[in-house]
């Protein structure tokens, strides 16, 4: 019979998981701090751990990160009240199977532990302290799936492709993997291909050598050679010329650049890339290597749009209100269902200039509805034809439209599973169920 060491310092949960994995079949172990589990383990083995993050001592992260230097380690699992993006990228670095939020009903609970055995692979620690991210900001679904890939990319030297919407924040999770890895200490590089004419572009990577072409009056690192042991991050990869492409793909594969006027010089950089368009789609037409396509995209990142974060909204505009406010600024309920309501066809960059606005304009401590005003109003119908889940009303019929709509978009995506709904959406099974009869919503 297969082991789950349960590691928390509430009784009560920990009875209660120990409850529900005997009755799926499992023997099961209890520790109420990181110490105990920890010297549990030098003498017991365990085939699965879940672990909570916040406890007395040894934090959950320390712990976890002791387990995984472990020989032949089990897979950990940590469950915590308080998900944040900072520790579910830092808990999937250290080498965790998953990261959920507290409390998990039965059904999720089976299938995290079906994942887990027989598993035992995972990440390696390099020992990095914890680091804090205020710029990654969403707990939905969406993000959390992102902030997962991010943690377990983040060690790896692996090129990574981020593709999503303009404004929906692809260098910011470049800088997230770079500044969670080994490489962090390191120079993260940032090049807009789209920005740079491309007669100019060649010379800003590679670099130049004084007197290589007119105007050349002194020697140029280049991007590549100014990032070397750190991150270089390509954004609007799309966009480049198909000569430069060439160019770009031999200095991928060779790790060598060669200066305008100059000599070849070695490099180590890790390329992170990022564009609004569909390279598969351009490779088909022509515009762009298909060689390239497949060197840059070995770890492909999908960054969803802010109309798919519905969840995300709110808590997004009262961070960028924190950062830009002279005043301690909050939003009014109808102001939050104001934001709802909008589109958001500029995603996260859009969200972000109107709070920047409604911040510097703003003269009183509560941001209002008709503070945004500003903003075009929706006509209630997405470009998919979709209902809108919340055009502006009294906040409690605003908030059951937004729940049906996204009760419905989960259930779909989920192709009817419930299960899978409530784990899209974050909540229990039985809260889903109770939803849609109080809605009348059919799986």
Not at 38 to 50: I, K, N, P, Q, T
Not at 244 to 273: C, F, H, M, N
Not at 351 to 376: K, P, Q, S, T
Request: proline share 4%; charged share 25%; glycine share 8%.
């Amino acid at each position: 019979m297969k082991t789950v060491l349960i590691v928390d310092d509430d009784a009560a949960l920990r009875d209660s998981l120990a409850e529900a994995l005997a009755d799926l079949g499992y023997a099961t172990a209890s520790a109420e701090e990181g110490r105990m589990a920890l010297d549990w383990l030098e003498s017991h083995r365990a085939d699965a751990v879940l672990l909570d993050l916040r406890m007395p001592g040894l934090d959950g992260m320390e712990v976890l990160k002791r387990i995984r230097a472990r020989p032949d380690p089990p897979p950990v699992a940590v469950l915590t009240a308080v998900p944040t993006a900072s520790n579910t990228i830092e808990a999937m670095r250290l080498g965790a199977v998953d990261h959920l939020a507290k409390p998990i009903g039965r059904a999720d609970l089976a299938a995290l532990v079906a994942r887990m055995l027989p598993s035992v692979s995972g990440l390696v620690s390099h020992g990095v302290a914890a680091l804090e991210d205020d710029t990654l900001v969403g707990g939905s679904a969406a993000m959390r799936s992102v902030q997962k890939a991010i943690g377990m990319l983040a060690d790896s030297d692996a090129s990574v492709l981020i593709t999503g919407e303009t404004g929906t924040g692809k260098e910011v999770v470049a800088r997230a993997i770079h500044r969670h890895g080994r490489r962090a200490a390191r120079p993260f590089v940032a090049l807009n291909c789209a920005a740079i004419p491309a007669e100019l572009l060649e010379s800003q990577l590679f670099g130049h050598t004084k007197g290589a072409f007119t105007g050349a009056v002194a020697d140029t690192l280049g991007s590549f050679r100014a990032a070397d042991k750190g991150t270089l991050f390509l954004d609007e990869i799309g966009d480049m010329a198909q000569p430069l492409q060439a160019k770009l793909l031999r200095v991928l594969q060779e790790r060598v650049v060669t200066p305008l006027g100059g000599k070849p010089v070695s490099v180590d950089v890790r390329i992170i890339s990022a564009t609004h368009r569909d390279l598969a789609v351009a490779v088909r037409e022509g515009a762009f290597r298909e060689d390239l396509f497949y060197r840059l995209g070995v770890v492909p990142v999908a960054l969803p749009p802010l109309r798919e974060r519905l969840a995300d909204i709110v808590e997004l505009a009262e961070h960028f209100l924190r950062l830009f406010g002279q005043q301690a600024h909050r939003l009014s309920a109808e102001a939050a269902v104001r934001l709802l309501a909008h589109d958001w066809k500029g995603n996260v960059r859009e969200l972000r200039n109107a709070m920047e606005r409604a911040a510097v304009l703003g003269r009183r401590e509560v941001i209002a509805a008709e503070d945004l005003d500003f903003l075009v109003r929706s006509s209630g119908v997405r470009s998919d034809g979709s209902n809108n889940a919340v055009e502006a009303s009294d906040m409690p019929g605003a908030v059951a439209r937004l729940e049906q709509a996204m009760i419905r978009g989960a259930l779909e995506a989920a192709g009817g599973n419930r299960s899978e709904a409530a784990r899209r959406l974050g909540i229990h099974r039985q809260l889903l169920h109770e939803k849609l009869r109080r809605y009348g919503i059919e799986g």
